[in-house]
C-alpha cells in the first residue's frame, strides 16, 4: 500500500506562519532561537509537515513507547531484540526502584515487568557514557536488590533464590562510546557470561547495547527483519526513510501519526527539543570531561613510569660509574705495587 507524507506527517503548514505563530509567544520563540540553525530548521520541517522527528530523548520516548497506554509497541520491540515474543505484565513505577528511603534511586527510562517475571529496563543515550560495564552493573545492582527485597518479603521463610528472575538491561546508543565503535562494524552487542571449566552457571544479569551510529553507517540498511524496521525507526524521520519503513511495516504508521500529532503544540516540541538539548550537553560535557580525566590521569600514570624508569636507569648509571672508578681504584693499587717491588 502506497502512503504520502500528508498521511503519515499531517497537513502541510507553510513556514511562515509557524514562524508568525512563535512570535506571539516571546519565551517560545527565545528558545527556539537559540537552537543552532540545523536545529531550527529540522525543528521547522518538522512543524511544517515535511518530515517526522526523531523520538531519542527521555521525553519523546516515553511518550511514543507509552507502556501503560500501547504496551503492543514496547513488547514489539523487545520481541525483536530478544527474538521471541514477550508480554508486558506491569510497569515498574520510579518510586518502586529505591532500595531504602536513603539508597540511591538510578534514573531510567522505562522499567517493565514482563509475563514470565523477567525485569526489563529499556534505556535511551544520546551519547554513550564512559565505563559503561560499571554503570549497567550499578542499574543491575539496583533492580536485582529491589527485587530481592520485595521476594524476600512476600515468601518469608519460604524464599528460595530460584525464586529470583532475570534483570535485562537494553541500553540503546545514539552516540556510542569508544568500547563499541572499535568493534564496528557489529552494532549489536549482547552480554555473554562463562567460566573456562565450561561449568553453566545461571545468572540474573543480562545487557543489550545497540550502538545507533554504527548501524546508520553501515553502508546498506536494508530493512530485513523487524529489529531492523525498529532500528531504521530510531534512526531516520526523513521522508525517504519513513515511507521506505511503513511500506515494509505498516504497523508504525500509529506511531508516526502520534509523533505528527505534536505539531498541534509547537511549544511543546521546542520545549521538549530543548530539555533533551540541555540534557546532552550535560552529559556530553561530562563525558568529554571524564575523557578527559582518564587521559590526564593516563598521561600521569605515563609520566610515572617514565619518571621512575629514568630514575632506575640513573641508579644504575651511578652503580656502573661507582663500579668503574672502583676498577680503576684496585688498578692504580696494583700499579703502584708493581712499582715499588720493581724499586726494590
Not at 557514557?129 to 520485595?150: A, E, H, N, W
Not at 549482547?190 to 548501524?215: H, K, P
Not at 511503513?246 to 530543548?274: C, L, W
Not at 609520566?303 to 652503580?319: L, P, R, S, W, Y
Request: charged share 30%.
Amino acid at each position: 500500500m502506497n502512503h504520502s507524507v500528508s498521511s503519515l506527517f499531517g497537513a502541510p503548514i507553510p513556514e511562515s506562519k509557524i514562524l508568525a505563530a512563535l512570535q506571539k509567544k516571546p519565551d517560545v520563540l527565545e528558545q527556539f532561537r537559540q537552537f543552532s540553525e540545523e536545529d531550527r530548521s529540522r525543528i521547522l520541517a518538522f512543524l511544517a509537515g515535511e518530515r517526522s522527528l526523531q523520538i531519542l530523548s527521555d521525553r519523546f520516548f516515553k511518550q511514543i513507547l507509552n507502556p501503560e497506554s500501547t504496551p503492543e509497541r514496547l513488547e514489539s520491540l523487545l520481541s525483536a531484540v530478544f527474538g521471541q515474543k514477550v508480554t508486558i505484565a506491569g510497569i515498574i513505577s520510579r518510586e518502586e526502584m529505591q532500595i531504602t528511603e536513603t539508597g540511591s534511586q538510578v534514573i531510567m527510562d522505562i522499567v517493565v515487568r514482563l509475563q514470565d517475571g523477567a525485569l526489563v529496563n529499556v534505556e535511551m543515550q544520546r551519547v554513550g557514557y564512559l565505563f559503561p560495564g560499571q554503570r549497567t552493573s550499578c542499574y543491575l545492582s539496583d533492580l536485582i536488590m529491589k527485587q530481592y527485597d520485595v521476594v524476600r518479603s512476600e515468601k518469608k521463610d519460604r524464599f528460595s533464590y530460584k525464586d529470583l528472575c532475570p534483570v535485562t538491561i537494553l541500553v540503546i546508543m545514539d552516540r556510542s562510546s569508544e568500547e563499541f565503535r572499535d568493534v564496528r562494524p557489529e552494532y549489536i552487542h549482547r552480554q555473554q557470561v562463562s567460566y573456562t571449566s565450561g561449568a553453566r552457571v545461571e545468572t540474573l544479569e543480562n545487557v543489550i547495547y545497540i550502538s545507533l551510529d554504527t548501524f546508520q553507517e553501515m553502508a546498506e540498511n536494508e530493512i530485513g527483519n523487524d529489529l531492523d524496521a525498529w532500528l531504521t525507526f530510531f534512526c531516520y524521520d526523513d521522508s525517504e526513510h519513513v515511507l521506505r519503513l511503513v511500506s515494509a511495516h505498516p504497523e508504525f504508521i500509529p506511531m508516526y501519526q502520534d509523533i505528527a500529532n505534536f505539531r498541534k503544540t509547537p511549544e511543546e516540541v521546542i520545549g521538549m527539543f530543548s530539555e533533551a538539548l540541555r540534557i546532552m550537553d550535560r552529559n556530553t560535557t561530562k563525558y568529554m570531561f571524564e575523557q578527559l580525566q582518564e587521559r590526564v590521569t593516563e598521561q600521569a600514570e605515563q609520566i610515572a613510569e617514565q619518571a621512575e624508569q629514568m630514575a632506575e636507569q640513573e641508579k644504575k648509571h651511578q652503580q656502573e660509574i661507582a663500579a668503574a672508578q672502583e676498577e680503576i681504584r684496585l688498578l692504580r693499587e696494583q700499579l703502584a705495587a708493581r712499582k715499588k717491588m720493581d724499586i726494590e
